[in-house]
C-alpha cells in the first residue's frame, strides 16, 4: 500500500512539473524593428527672412514610427554620442553654437525584444548671443552707426600683458595725437557697425582713405599686406564682414570694468583700429559717443587697447 501511494505521488508530481512549464512559457511574436520612423522639425521663429530662426536656437523636434516602444535622439553628431531618452518622442532643444550652424540629429526607435531602427536629418539653426539692448543700440544706433580712432584722449592706444588678471595698458599709452605725424591712416580709417534688422545679423564696413596702420607680414590679421617693413600705413582696399556678439573668452574676472560681450569679426577682411588685431574684440565699456575696446595681438602675449568715438 505505500509503495502504491509513493508511485501515485511521483506521477502527481511530474503531472504538475509539465503543466507548470507549460504555463510559464511565453512567445514574443516576430521582432520586428520598427518601421516608418521619421524626424519632424520646426526651426522656433522661422520665415522666409528668417529662415534658419529667429536667433533663440530653439527647435521642436518630434520623431514617429510604427512599432516603436520608446525612442532616444542625439541632437549633434559633431560631439560625442549622447543618446537621451524621449519617452514621447516630442522634445524643444536650443541649440547654442554662436551664428548659424548646421546640425545632424540622430533618432532611434525600439521595438520588441531590443530591435531597433535609426535616422539621421540635417538641421541648420541660427544661435545669438543675447547681448544687451543697450550694446546693440550703443554700438549700430539701431541701425549704422561709424567710429573712429579718438586721437583727442590720451590712451586711445595702448599694450599691456594679454592675462586674465591685468586690464590695463600698462607697458604703453598713446599720447593725444600721437600717431598724427607717422601714421595719420589711424585715425582717419572709420568702421560702420551696421545691425540688419531683416535678418538679425550684423555687418562692419572698413573704409580707409588714407591706408590701414598695421605690422607686416605674419603679424598682419588682413590681407595683402607687405612681408616685411615696419609698422606704418600701408595701402588697403577697405572690406565689408559680418560679426556677431559673443560672450568674452578673456576669462577677466567680473568684476572687472567690461561688459563680458565681445565683437566676433567674420572673415579676415576687417578689423577694428589695428591691423594686427585677433578676430575678438572685448568691449570694456561703451555709450552712445565712446567704445573701449581689448583685443589679443598677433604678437604672443600682447593685449591692445583702443579707444574709439562714435561720428
Not at 572673415?267 to 581689448?294: C, D, H, K, V, W
Request: glycine share 10%.
Amino acid at each position: 500500500m505505500k509503495k502504491n501511494i509513493k508511485y501515485v505521488l511521483g506521477a502527481l508530481v511530474l503531472l504538475i512539473a509539465f503543466y507548470s512549464c507549460k504555463k510559464n512559457t511565453f512567445s514574443l511574436g516576430d521582432l520586428n524593428a520598427p518601421t516608418e520612423l521619421a524626424i519632424t522639425t520646426e526651426i522656433v521663429g522661422a520665415t522666409t527672412a528668417l529662415p534658419n530662426g529667429d536667433g533663440s536656437g530653439n527647435v521642436k523636434i518630434s520623431i514617429t514610427a510604427k512599432n516603436a516602444l520608446s525612442y532616444k535622439v542625439d541632437y549633434d553628431a559633431n560631439t560625442p554620442l549622447d543618446l537621451v531618452y524621449l519617452p514621447t518622442g516630442s522634445v524643444t532643444n536650443k541649440f547654442t553654437n554662436i551664428g548659424i550652424n548646421t546640425y545632424r540629429i540622430t533618432a532611434v526607435a525600439y521595438g520588441k525584444g531590443g530591435t531597433s531602427s535609426t535616422i539621421t536629418k540635417d538641421i541648420t539653426v541660427a544661435f545669438y548671443f543675447p547681448v544687451a539692448a543697450n550694446i546693440v543700440s550703443s554700438l549700430t544706433g539701431g541701425s549704422s552707426k561709424t567710429w573712429v580712432v579718438d586721437k583727442s584722449v590720451a590712451g586711445h592706444f595702448g599694450v599691456g600683458p594679454w592675462s586674465s588678471s591685468s586690464v590695463s595698458p600698462e607697458w604703453w599709452a598713446a599720447s593725444v595725437n600721437e600717431k598724427v605725424g607717422c601714421c595719420n591712416c589711424f585715425y582717419t580709417t572709420s568702421f560702420t557697425f551696421t545691425k540688419v534688422v531683416a535678418s538679425n545679423t550684423y555687418t562692419l564696413q572698413v573704409t580707409s582713405p588714407d591706408g590701414v596702420f598695421t605690422k607686416t607680414g605674419s603679424l598682419a590679421s588682413i590681407p595683402n599686406i607687405p612681408s616685411s617693413g615696419g609698422e606704418a600705413c600701408y595701402s588697403y582696399a577697405g572690406g565689408t564682414s559680418s560679426f556677431s556678439f559673443i560672450p568674452a573668452s578673456s576669462n577677466i574676472a567680473a568684476s572687472t570694468p567690461s561688459t563680458q560681450t565681445s565683437i566676433l569679426l567674420g572673415g579676415n577682411n576687417t578689423f577694428i583700429g589695428y591691423g594686427s588685431l585677433q578676430r575678438e574684440y572685448e568691449i570694456m565699456a561703451i555709450t552712445p559717443t565712446y567704445m573701449y575696446l581689448r583685443a589679443q595681438g598677433t604678437e604672443t602675449g600682447n593685449a591692445w587697447y583702443l579707444k574709439l568715438k562714435s561720428l
